[in-house]
């Protein structure tokens, strides 16, 4: 049934599944809620549906205002009336991911077991094929047959693989951005640096930080300006703040001194007033569980033999957490199956996080290759 | 679209699979999907070249002749074309293999070093040629593999590839008329265009 959610902070659009949902690990979710929200208007042959998947951190608001930050959508650029997703021409849809904190069951949901308790730590592990399960719940729930396309970068971009494999009938166009096929061991050890933090936040309390009226803030916000810099690039860094003081009146040993530093501190602390700290380590674990090929023999072809998807690899030059070599790894994956795909690598600075940013070649990319793709499905 | 594309154009079937290597803006790949109702790729090594096509809504990857080619399965394609970019190359032999594996036919169009001009020029001057085709020095030219058409025939006949169809071409790419007669080709053709095939 449809709803609105009510929760402390700020009420989700929301669908519930009374079913609930099977889970990789073998245990079973007594229900499942997809926050979510559309733009655009599907059309009446339902054949106009893009599914915009999104990171780590990110959520459902991708085209406008962001209830619980205030800011604007994490994807305005790329998604909205005239962008390269074009709002006017898609209905677009965006769910929070399992396992999240934005209205999508997670470890802040009710607990299956234990009535008026959340999950916390409790939260069964989750995978990105679990994922996009749940997102292929409510798209079923919705009735459409077949997704125009799937976009997503980083995480999104996991999971818009994810989709390709397991729905390969489903999707018509995938679009991976600054993603990657598996997570490697040097992504997973940034990811188990944040962990320990949150983890030897002295507020996390086991993960029961609920039950004492505190949140591992400190934790969460060393976790969050660790993954910040496996974002940006050296010369992002150098460019913005290179060696510049905050303040060179005030040097001291500890005290805030370079302003890479407070720009840091500010990524950190403006981050944990709006994520759940479990739902970070749920989130990071099921990205480093990630490894498409893993499902198949460890023959990542295998994963999209016969797809008659057509693809578009994104990668940027100075993205060293999902470097281009990954992407290219998957264009020949593709390629060992003749699917099409087309694959571009952009020039961008800014690290991982371009994806996220003003880059007008994605953007150009981007567009034509959907429109590219609407002509192909008789859609324009 | 250049002359020499419509040539390569000319000699595809309608409704086939296509890999077009080293396709540049995507041209040709783009005639063959709108007016021959092919599916059609493409393969460029520039990246500025590939954002471009890519953004014109064409399936093309980058990549390059001698590394990619390898990951496409036996017969993805029936027909895979490599223009203009044979002799530049790192191992033309082996580019050649892959496409006829990776491909019923291969369509390859070179410029022919076996022109009178360049016969005329080493003759002379005993030094590299230098024409509008090879327009750069020795110690800087990208095409490391020069080959004459009659090179080029006797490489396929090497390694059993059946020529269907060959023509030699001026340099916008017109049809020259030296279709029975190799050895003219060889001297009056700016470019040797081949359809080929395996025995």
């Known amino acids: ?380 | 679209m250049r002359v020499d594309l419509a040539l390569i154009a000319g000699m595809v079937a309608p409704k086939t699979r296509v890999l077009d290597i080293g396709c540049s803006d995507g041209a040709l790949i783009d005639h063959l999907f709108r007016n021959l109702g092919c599916d059609a790729r493409g393969l460029e090594i520039d990246m500025a070249t590939v954002t471009l096509a890519v953004a014109h809504g064409l399936p093309v990857m980058q990549g390059d002749a001698d590394s990619d080619l390898a990951s496409y399965p036996d017969g993805a394609f029936d027909y895979v074309v490599l223009s203009r970019t044979l002799q530049a190359v790192e191992k033309p032999r082996e580019v050649l293999r892959q496409m006829l594996r990776i491909g019923t036919h291969a369509i390859v169009s070179f410029p022919n070093f076996g022109h009178w001009t360049l016969r005329l020029q080493m003759l002379f001057t005993g030094r590299m040629p230098m024409t509008k085709n090879w327009s750069r020095m020795w110690y800087e030219t990208p095409n490391i593999h020069p080959c004459t058409i009659r090179d080029f025939f006797d490489l396929c006949a090497a390694d059993g590839y059946i020529v269907e169809e060959w023509l030699a071409a001026d340099e916008e790419g017109a049809r020259a008329p030296w279709r029975r007669w190799p050895a003219l080709a060889n001297l009056f053709g700016e470019q040797g265009l081949f359809l080929l095939r395996k025995a």
């Open chain 1, 1 to 380: 049934m449809d709803q609105t959610t009510a929760r402390s902070e700020t009420q989700h659009q929301s669908v519930t599944f009374a079913e609930g949902l099977t889970l990789d690990c073998g245990r079973h979710l007594g229900s499942l809620t997809i926050a979510y929200r559309t733009y655009g208007k599907l059309n009446a042959a339902k054949s106009n549906a893009i599914l915009i998947c999104h990171a780590l951190t990110g959520d459902q608001y991708v085209a406008e205002t962001n209830p619980e930050t205030g800011k604007p959508g994490w994807w305005e650029q790329v998604v909205g009336p005239g962008r390269p997703v074009d709002t006017e021409k898609f209905f677009v849809i965006c769910t929070n991911v399992l396992g999240g904190c934005m209205g999508t069951t997670g470890p802040r949901s009710q607990h299956d077991e234990h009535a008026g308790q959340p999950w916390g730590t409790d939260f069964p592990p989750v995978t990105i094929n679990d994922m996009v399960r749940a997102q292929k719940r409510f798209i079923d729930h919705l009735e459409i047959g077949r997704l125009f396309a799937v976009v997503g970068g980083s995480m999104g971009g996991m999971q818009v693989l994810a989709w390709a494999a397991l729905y390969p009938g489903q999707v018509f166009a995938a679009v991976p951005v600054a993603a990657a096929a598996y997570h490697s061991a040097q992504n997973i050890a940034f990811h188990e640096i944040g962990r320990q933090a949150i983890a030897a936040d002295p507020d996390f309390w086991g993960g029961r930080y609920w039950e004492h009226g505190v949140t591992p803030a400190r934790g969460l916000a060393v976790a969050r300006m660790t993954a910040h810099i496996t974002y940006v690039s050296e010369a992002a860094l150098t460019r913005k703040f290179g060696r510049k003081l905050q303040d060179t009146a005030r040097i001291s040993a500890l005290g805030d001194r370079f302003e890479v530093e407070s720009y840091l501190q500010y990524q950190g602390s403006s981050f944990v007033r709006r994520f759940d700290a479990n739902s970070y380590l749920t989130i990071t674990r099921a990205m480093d569980l990630f490894d498409l090929s893993a499902d198949y023999g460890g023959v990542l072809p295998s994963a999209f033999a016969g797809t008659k998807t057509r693809f578009l690899l994104v990668s940027f030059d100075s993205d060293w957490l999902f470097p281009t070599e990954q992407s290219r790894a998957i264009a020949r994956a593709l390629n060992h199956v003749a699917a099409n795909v087309s694959f571009v690598e952009i020039k961008s600075d800014k690290g991982h996080d371009a994806f996220l940013l003003d880059e007008p070649d994605f953007h150009r990319t981007l567009r034509g290759f959907l429109a590219g793709c609407a002509e192909h499905a008789g859609l324009s």
